[in-house]
């Protein structure tokens, strides 16, 4: 790292930085794809970073800064789009549109759905990802509360609650879990430790808000719910997938996106033995993954790698951790990620490398993953079903059940800080 706070570099990448974040904030009102603006402020950052260390003498300083987090980037992405084929290819086999069918099919009152969607939410999001599990939980409830508006909020509340939970003790969970994971500084078997917090940060607004869900049901609804040949062979792919990839890495040492990798072997497989009697295409599933999501994972690890390089992030650290301590700052963080994507700012918490205990980053791994529920456009979960129930689900109807969110979020650290009180 230098220090280049002060200099004028230093105050454009900054800038630079702040400007592509506001677009990506103000994505529903510019028109934005969120990704345009900071894949434009990364290159520009490194750009001027390039042309003031190059007039220096100090081009290799550079050249390594950019390779080491451009390899993070690679290994996420490479991660990522595996995970993500392997829940469009569930998708397409129609195993979501089976258990939403099953679900709105089992003629459960409307306390029964809030509780079932949001605990599948809860359970699901561990292994698919948050987006997908609150789409599938929210079409479950759009179907069944369309005659009832007082169940839809709160379920929709619920659901976003449940899936970022869900997500914040497994290492598949999220990406905040999954960059820590690939970081190292969490081992996979710890990531559990987290279960009990999550489970509070879920049930205690799930029991708060349970009162307020009318009594009786929807009318059943009668849909075939038939999945797809080859969907049960899939998703005993996807798990061997995860097994390969945390084995790969425990027992072997691999990096796991080399296990992961071998996991979309598996899957092209499968295809060339289903494409005479049910076709089946991988690639077009890679083709319809997150991209937009994916180069803006891209735009702001190299953002803020680059502030990082300038000294920024060494300036963050000190003022968050050095003073008010790591405790003070993980929470503070947590609350900051239902405002700011949690992407960046675990990323810069794990550029700093604050030294801190294995609890710490188990506690900076809950708030981040959960923080985001205070707020519906704090997490990719509450966005999507904001989209999905326009008319019902509200960033302000959201907002009326934030202080139940937030009991749930100080339970959840408190109950990590009691159970796991030897980590720190």
Same mark, same amino acid.
């Given at each position: 790292?230098?220090?280049?706070?002060?200099? %004028?570099?230093? %105050?454009?990448?900054?800038?630079?930085?702040?400007?592509?974040?506001?677009?990506?904030?103000?994505?529903?009102?510019?028109?934005?794809?969120?990704?345009?603006?900071?894949?434009?402020?990364?290159?520009?950052?490194?750009?001027?970073?390039?042309?003031?260390?190059?007039?220096?003498?100090?081009?290799?300083?550079?050249?390594?800064?950019?390779?080491?987090?451009?390899?993070?980037?690679?290994?996420?992405?490479?991660?990522?789009?595996?995970?993500?084929?392997?829940?469009?290819?569930?998708?397409?086999?129609?195993?979501?549109?089976?258990?939403?069918?099953?679900?709105?099919?089992?003629?459960?009152?409307?306390?029964?759905?809030?509780?079932?969607?949001?605990?599948?939410?809860?359970?699901?999001?561990?292994?698919?990802?948050?987006?997908?599990?609150?789409?599938?939980?929210?079409?479950?409830?759009?179907?069944?509360?369309?005659?009832?508006?007082?169940?839809?909020?709160?379920?929709?509340?619920?659901?976003?609650?449940?899936?970022?939970?869900?997500?914040?003790?497994?290492?598949?969970?999220?990406?905040?879990?999954?960059?820590?994971?690939?970081?190292?500084?969490?081992?996979?078997?710890?990531?559990?430790?987290?279960?009990?917090?999550?489970?509070?940060?879920?049930?205690?607004?799930?029991?708060?808000?349970? %009162?307020?869900?009318?009594?009786?049901?929807?009318?059943?609804?009668?849909?075939?719910?038939?999945?797809?040949?080859?969907?049960?062979?899939?998703?005993?792919?996807?798990?061997?997938?995860?097994?390969?990839?945390?084995?790969?890495?425990?027992?072997?040492?691999?990096?796991?996106?080399?296990?992961?990798?071998?996991?979309?072997?598996?899957?092209?497989?499968?295809?060339?033995?289903?494409?005479?009697?049910?076709?089946?295409?991988?690639?077009?599933?890679?083709?319809?993954?997150?991209?937009?999501?994916?180069?803006?994972?891209?735009?702001?690890?190299?953002?803020?790698?680059?502030?990082?390089?300038?000294?920024?992030?060494?300036?963050?650290?000190?003022?968050?951790?050095?003073?008010?301590?790591?405790?003070?700052?993980?929470?503070?963080?947590?609350?900051?990620?239902?405002?700011?994507?949690?992407?960046?700012?675990?990323?810069?918490?794990?550029?700093?490398?604050?030294?801190?205990?294995?609890?710490? %980053?188990?506690?900076?791994?809950?708030?981040?993953?959960?923080?985001?529920?205070?707020?519906?456009?704090?997490?990719?979960?509450?966005?999507?079903?904001?989209?999905?129930?326009?008319?019902?689900?509200?960033?302000?109807?959201?907002?009326?059940?934030?202080?139940?969110?937030?009991?749930?979020?100080?339970?959840?650290?408190?109950?990590?800080?009691?159970?796991?009180?030897?980590?720190?």
């Amino acid at each position: 790292m230098i220090d280049l706070t002060g200099h %004028w570099v230093g %105050w454009a990448a900054l800038a630079l930085f702040t400007a592509a974040y506001a677009l990506v904030i103000a994505e529903d009102f510019t028109g934005l794809r969120k990704s345009k603006p900071v894949v434009m402020a990364a290159g520009l950052i490194w750009g001027l970073i390039a042309v003031v260390l190059t007039g220096q003498g100090r081009s290799a300083e550079v050249e390594n800064a950019v390779r080491h987090v451009f390899l993070d980037y690679a290994e996420l992405l490479l991660f990522l789009l595996v995970a993500m084929t392997y829940v469009n290819a569930l998708e397409e086999r129609r195993v979501f549109e089976a258990l939403r069918i099953r679900l709105a099919s089992a003629g459960l009152g409307y306390r029964g759905l809030f509780w079932a969607t949001g605990g599948l939410a809860f359970i699901l999001s561990p292994v698919a990802d948050n987006l997908t599990t609150a789409l599938v939980m929210g079409t479950v409830v759009m179907a069944v509360g369309r005659d009832e508006p007082r169940f839809i909020t709160p379920a929709c509340v619920n659901i976003v609650v449940a899936a970022n939970a869900g997500g914040a003790f497994s290492p598949f969970g999220d990406i905040t879990t999954l960059m820590v994971w690939q970081k190292g500084v969490v081992p996979f078997g710890d990531f559990f430790r987290l279960f009990p917090p999550a489970l509070v940060n879920f049930a205690l607004p799930a029991v708060i808000m349970h %009162w307020a869900i009318p009594r009786g049901g929807p009318p059943l609804h009668s849909e075939c719910a038939e999945m797809r040949p080859g969907a049960k062979r899939i998703m005993a792919l996807f798990v061997a997938t995860i097994a390969t990839a945390v084995l790969g890495h425990t027992m072997l040492h691999l990096p796991p996106v080399i296990g992961m990798m071998t996991g979309l072997g598996y899957l092209l497989l499968l295809a060339y033995g289903l494409k005479r009697s049910h076709p089946f295409d991988v690639f077009h599933r890679i083709a319809n993954v997150e991209w937009d999501t994916l180069l803006f994972f891209y735009g702001v690890m190299m953002c803020v790698g680059g502030l990082g390089l300038l000294g920024y992030l060494g300036l963050l650290s000190v003022t968050l951790y050095g003073g008010i301590g790591p405790t003070g700052a993980n929470v503070l963080i947590g609350v900051l990620s239902a405002i700011l994507d949690n992407i960046p700012l675990m990323f810069a918490v794990l550029t700093m490398q604050p030294d801190m205990s294995l609890g710490q %980053w188990l506690l900076i791994t809950l708030t981040t993953g959960v923080g985001g529920s205070l707020l519906s456009i704090g997490s990719a979960a509450g966005v999507a079903l904001m989209g999905q129930a326009r008319a019902s689900y509200t960033f302000s109807s959201h907002l009326r059940w934030t202080p139940a969110v937030a009991a749930g979020y100080a339970a959840a650290i408190a109950t990590h800080w009691g159970m796991n009180r030897a980590l720190f």
